[in-house]
Protein backbone atom coordinates (compact mmCIF):
# COMPACT_ATOMS: atom_id res chain seq x y z
CA UNK A 1 0.00 0.00 0.00
CA UNK A 2 1.49 3.03 -1.12
CA UNK A 3 0.75 6.24 0.89
CA UNK A 4 0.99 10.21 0.37
CA UNK A 5 1.23 12.12 3.18
CA UNK A 6 0.57 16.28 2.56
CA UNK A 7 1.78 18.17 5.94
CA UNK A 8 1.30 21.70 6.51
CA UNK A 9 2.13 23.65 9.35
CA UNK A 10 -1.26 26.37 10.93
CA UNK A 11 -3.10 23.03 11.69
CA UNK A 12 -0.33 21.49 14.20
CA UNK A 13 -1.17 21.31 17.74
CA UNK A 14 0.07 23.97 19.69
CA UNK A 15 0.43 26.78 16.63
CA UNK A 16 -1.25 29.64 16.86
CA UNK A 17 0.32 32.58 15.45
CA UNK A 18 2.87 33.69 12.76
CA UNK A 19 5.88 33.45 15.18
CA UNK A 20 5.07 29.78 14.67
CA UNK A 21 4.62 29.54 10.79
CA UNK A 22 6.85 32.55 9.53
CA UNK A 23 10.73 31.36 9.11
CA UNK A 24 11.92 34.35 10.84
CA UNK A 25 9.52 33.46 13.76
CA UNK A 26 10.75 33.16 17.09
CA UNK A 27 8.66 29.85 17.80
CA UNK A 28 9.26 28.11 14.43
CA UNK A 29 12.33 26.21 14.97
CA UNK A 30 9.75 24.54 18.26
CA UNK A 31 6.94 24.55 15.51
CA UNK A 32 8.81 22.59 12.63
CA UNK A 33 9.15 19.77 15.31
CA UNK A 34 5.94 19.45 16.41
CA UNK A 35 5.39 19.40 12.83
CA UNK A 36 7.86 16.83 12.20
CA UNK A 37 6.15 14.82 14.97
CA UNK A 38 2.73 14.57 13.88
CA UNK A 39 4.24 13.89 10.71
CA UNK A 40 5.80 10.76 12.24
CA UNK A 41 2.54 9.72 14.10
CA UNK A 42 0.80 9.77 10.43
CA UNK A 43 3.21 7.86 8.87
CA UNK A 44 3.80 5.11 12.61
CA UNK A 45 -0.30 4.81 12.24
CA UNK A 46 0.17 4.20 8.36
CA UNK A 47 2.77 1.59 8.60
CA UNK A 48 0.87 -0.17 11.19
CA UNK A 49 -1.88 -0.19 8.73
CA UNK A 50 0.19 -2.16 6.22
CA UNK A 51 1.46 1.34 4.03
CA UNK A 52 4.74 -0.27 2.08
CA UNK A 53 5.41 3.18 1.02
CA UNK A 54 5.21 6.53 2.25
CA UNK A 55 5.71 10.05 0.52
CA UNK A 56 5.72 13.18 2.90
CA UNK A 57 5.32 16.98 0.89
CA UNK A 58 6.01 19.26 2.91
CA UNK A 59 3.75 22.20 1.74
CA UNK A 60 4.04 25.05 3.79
CA UNK A 61 5.51 28.27 3.47
CA UNK A 62 9.46 27.54 1.89
CA UNK A 63 8.49 23.78 2.08
CA UNK A 64 11.58 23.31 4.10
CA UNK A 65 10.13 22.89 7.96
CA UNK A 66 9.48 19.04 8.16
CA UNK A 67 13.20 18.50 9.80
CA UNK A 68 14.95 15.67 7.55
CA UNK A 69 16.89 13.79 10.08
CA UNK A 70 13.62 13.70 12.62
CA UNK A 71 11.51 12.19 10.60
CA UNK A 72 10.48 8.71 10.60
CA UNK A 73 13.08 6.29 8.53
CA UNK A 74 10.48 4.65 6.42
CA UNK A 75 9.25 7.89 4.74
CA UNK A 76 10.66 9.91 1.74
CA UNK A 77 10.73 13.25 2.04
CA UNK A 78 9.49 16.05 -0.60
CA UNK A 79 10.85 19.84 0.51
CA UNK A 80 11.27 22.88 -0.78
CA UNK A 81 9.70 25.18 -3.49
CA UNK A 82 8.63 25.65 -6.20
CA UNK A 83 7.32 22.38 -7.10
CA UNK A 84 4.74 21.78 -10.37
CA UNK A 85 2.22 20.69 -7.98
CA UNK A 86 2.71 22.51 -4.94
CA UNK A 87 1.41 21.41 -1.38
CA UNK A 88 0.54 17.81 -3.66
CA UNK A 89 3.62 17.68 -5.51
CA UNK A 90 4.70 13.96 -5.74
CA UNK A 91 0.80 12.73 -6.02
CA UNK A 92 0.07 10.32 -8.99
CA UNK A 93 -2.34 7.68 -9.59
CA UNK A 94 0.09 4.81 -8.11
CA UNK A 95 -1.38 5.83 -4.78
CA UNK A 96 -3.69 3.87 -2.51
CA UNK A 97 -4.81 7.05 -0.17
CA UNK A 98 -3.50 10.38 0.42
CA UNK A 99 -3.73 12.20 4.22
CA UNK A 100 -3.42 15.83 5.13
CA UNK A 101 -1.73 17.03 8.41
CA UNK A 102 -1.81 19.78 9.98
CA UNK A 103 -4.18 21.35 7.51
CA UNK A 104 -6.50 24.78 8.73
CA UNK A 105 -9.65 26.29 7.23
CA UNK A 106 -10.43 28.04 3.95
CA UNK A 107 -9.84 32.09 4.10
CA UNK A 108 -13.39 33.45 6.03
CA UNK A 109 -13.70 31.05 8.08
CA UNK A 110 -14.60 31.97 11.79
CA UNK A 111 -12.52 30.87 14.82
CA UNK A 112 -10.57 28.67 12.64
CA UNK A 113 -6.40 29.06 13.29
CA UNK A 114 -4.91 31.07 10.80
CA UNK A 115 -7.64 30.69 8.27
CA UNK A 116 -6.30 31.04 4.41
CA UNK A 117 -6.43 29.61 1.35
CA UNK A 118 -2.91 29.37 -0.43
CA UNK A 119 -1.68 32.85 -0.36
CA UNK A 120 -3.17 35.26 2.58
CA UNK A 121 -1.90 38.18 1.96
CA UNK A 122 -3.51 37.59 -2.02
CA UNK A 123 -6.69 35.48 -1.68
CA UNK A 124 -9.81 36.05 -0.38
CA UNK A 125 -11.54 33.49 -1.67
CA UNK A 126 -11.10 30.43 -4.25
CA UNK A 127 -14.21 29.24 -6.08
CA UNK A 128 -14.19 26.26 -8.22
CA UNK A 129 -17.31 25.32 -10.10
CA UNK A 130 -19.60 27.45 -7.55
CA UNK A 131 -18.12 25.90 -4.15
CA UNK A 132 -15.49 28.13 -2.11
CA UNK A 133 -12.77 25.58 -1.53
CA UNK A 134 -9.47 25.92 1.37
CA UNK A 135 -6.75 24.15 0.41
CA UNK A 136 -8.05 20.92 1.76
CA UNK A 137 -10.88 20.84 -0.76
CA UNK A 138 -8.77 22.41 -3.72
CA UNK A 139 -5.56 19.71 -2.83
CA UNK A 140 -8.12 17.04 -2.70
CA UNK A 141 -9.50 17.13 -5.72
CA UNK A 142 -5.81 17.27 -6.83
CA UNK A 143 -5.65 13.94 -5.15
CA UNK A 144 -9.23 12.59 -6.59
CA UNK A 145 -7.81 13.93 -10.47
CA UNK A 146 -5.39 10.92 -10.22
CA UNK A 147 -7.91 8.41 -8.40
CA UNK A 148 -6.68 8.75 -5.04
CA UNK A 149 -9.41 9.54 -2.02
CA UNK A 150 -7.78 11.43 0.79
CA UNK A 151 -8.68 9.05 3.97
CA UNK A 152 -7.54 11.40 6.99
CA UNK A 153 -7.34 15.31 7.54
CA UNK A 154 -6.04 16.56 10.97
CA UNK A 155 -5.83 20.27 12.24
CA UNK A 156 -8.40 22.46 14.15
CA UNK A 157 -11.98 21.97 14.61
CA UNK A 158 -13.00 24.11 11.50
CA UNK A 159 -11.37 22.56 8.95
CA UNK A 160 -12.24 18.75 10.27
CA UNK A 161 -15.48 19.83 9.56
CA UNK A 162 -14.99 21.70 6.03
CA UNK A 163 -13.28 18.52 5.32
CA UNK A 164 -16.13 15.92 6.51
CA UNK A 165 -18.62 18.58 4.35
CA UNK A 166 -16.49 17.61 1.14
CA UNK A 167 -15.22 13.98 1.66
CA UNK A 168 -18.11 11.66 2.94
CA UNK A 169 -16.13 9.14 5.26
CA UNK A 170 -13.07 11.09 5.47
CA UNK A 171 -11.59 10.40 9.07
CA UNK A 172 -11.03 13.84 11.16
CA UNK A 173 -8.72 14.48 13.69
CA UNK A 174 -9.21 17.52 15.95
CA UNK A 175 -6.02 18.85 18.11
CA UNK A 176 -7.25 21.93 18.79
CA UNK A 177 -9.97 24.27 18.94
CA UNK A 178 -10.21 27.73 17.34
CA UNK A 179 -10.57 30.22 20.03
CA UNK A 180 -10.28 33.16 17.02
CA UNK A 181 -7.99 33.34 14.35
CA UNK A 182 -4.72 33.94 16.61
CA UNK A 183 -5.95 31.76 19.64
CA UNK A 184 -7.16 28.31 20.75
CA UNK A 185 -7.62 25.40 22.99
CA UNK A 186 -4.58 22.55 22.08
CA UNK A 187 -3.86 19.15 23.07
CA UNK A 188 -0.84 18.13 24.55
CA UNK A 189 1.44 17.45 21.23
CA UNK A 190 2.02 13.95 22.75
CA UNK A 191 -1.83 13.41 22.90
CA UNK A 192 -2.15 14.96 19.28
CA UNK A 193 0.51 12.65 18.31
CA UNK A 194 -1.50 9.80 19.98
CA UNK A 195 -4.68 10.45 18.08
CA UNK A 196 -3.28 11.20 15.04
CA UNK A 197 -1.43 7.68 14.48
CA UNK A 198 -4.41 6.10 15.85
CA UNK A 199 -6.69 7.75 13.47
CA UNK A 200 -4.47 7.18 10.08
CA UNK A 201 -4.36 3.52 11.18
CA UNK A 202 -8.00 3.45 11.53
CA UNK A 203 -8.49 5.27 8.48
CA UNK A 204 -6.04 3.17 6.77
CA UNK A 205 -7.46 -0.01 7.57
CA UNK A 206 -10.88 0.38 6.15
CA UNK A 207 -9.32 1.50 2.63
CA UNK A 208 -12.75 1.69 0.44
CA UNK A 209 -15.26 3.49 2.75
CA UNK A 210 -13.95 6.66 1.26
CA UNK A 211 -14.83 8.32 -2.17
CA UNK A 212 -12.17 10.39 -4.04
CA UNK A 213 -13.39 14.20 -3.96
CA UNK A 214 -13.34 15.20 -7.52
CA UNK A 215 -14.12 18.15 -9.40
CA UNK A 216 -16.22 17.65 -12.57
CA UNK A 217 -15.26 19.36 -16.13
CA UNK A 218 -15.89 21.69 -17.31
CA UNK A 219 -13.77 23.45 -14.46
CA UNK A 220 -14.20 27.12 -13.35
CA UNK A 221 -11.84 28.90 -10.76
CA UNK A 222 -13.20 32.02 -9.63
CA UNK A 223 -10.59 33.87 -7.85
CA UNK A 224 -10.96 36.54 -5.49
CA UNK A 225 -8.15 38.87 -4.71
CA UNK A 226 -7.42 41.40 -2.13
CA UNK A 227 -7.16 44.19 -3.67
CA UNK A 228 -7.53 45.26 -7.53
CA UNK A 229 -3.53 45.58 -8.54
CA UNK A 230 -3.46 41.90 -8.10
CA UNK A 231 -5.94 41.42 -10.27
CA UNK A 232 -4.74 43.59 -12.55
CA UNK A 233 -1.48 41.51 -12.58
CA UNK A 234 -2.89 37.92 -12.46
CA UNK A 235 -5.42 39.51 -15.89
CA UNK A 236 -2.35 39.19 -17.87
CA UNK A 237 -2.20 35.44 -17.80
CA UNK A 238 -3.66 34.07 -21.39
CA UNK A 239 -6.90 32.53 -20.90
CA UNK A 240 -8.06 34.50 -17.87
CA UNK A 241 -11.07 36.47 -17.53
CA UNK A 242 -11.43 39.73 -15.30
CA UNK A 243 -15.02 39.47 -13.83
CA UNK A 244 -14.66 42.29 -11.01
CA UNK A 245 -12.24 44.67 -9.91
CA UNK A 246 -10.66 42.23 -7.44
CA UNK A 247 -11.61 39.29 -9.41
CA UNK A 248 -10.50 36.91 -12.14
CA UNK A 249 -12.31 33.40 -13.72
CA UNK A 250 -9.88 30.46 -15.53
CA UNK A 251 -12.16 28.23 -17.46
CA UNK A 252 -10.78 24.79 -18.27
CA UNK A 253 -12.09 20.51 -19.31
CA UNK A 254 -8.38 19.98 -16.89
CA UNK A 255 -8.20 20.28 -13.32
CA UNK A 256 -4.54 20.33 -13.18
CA UNK A 257 -4.89 23.04 -15.52
CA UNK A 258 -7.24 24.70 -13.42
CA UNK A 259 -5.38 24.29 -10.42
CA UNK A 260 -1.53 25.64 -12.46
CA UNK A 261 -3.17 28.82 -13.18
CA UNK A 262 -4.72 29.26 -9.92
CA UNK A 263 -0.54 29.08 -9.00
CA UNK A 264 0.46 31.35 -11.51
CA UNK A 265 -2.37 33.90 -10.68
CA UNK A 266 -1.42 33.96 -7.10
CA UNK A 267 2.55 34.42 -7.53
CA UNK A 268 1.90 36.93 -10.31
CA UNK A 269 -0.79 38.87 -7.96
CA UNK A 270 1.94 38.32 -4.66
CA UNK A 271 4.17 40.29 -6.96
CA UNK A 272 2.49 43.66 -6.03
CA UNK A 273 3.61 43.66 -2.36
CA UNK A 274 7.65 43.18 -3.09
ZN1 LIG B 1 -1.79 26.33 4.28
Known amino acids: ?15 THAEHTMRDGKEHERARVLMTEEVNAAISGAIEAGATEIVVNDSHGTMRNIIPERLHKDAYLISGTPKPLSMMEGIDDSFDAAMFIGYHAACGTQNAVL ?82 KEAARKALGSLGSVGCFRVRPPVCLELHMNNTGMADIAELIPGVERIAPRAIRFVSED ?5 KAMRAAITLAGETLQ
Open 1 to 15: MKVYISADLEGIAGV
Open 115 to 196: DHTYAGRVVSAAIINGMELGETGINAAVAGYFGVPVVMVSGDTAVASQARDLIPGVVTVVVKQGIGRYAARSLHPEKAQAVI
Open 255 to 259: YLTVF
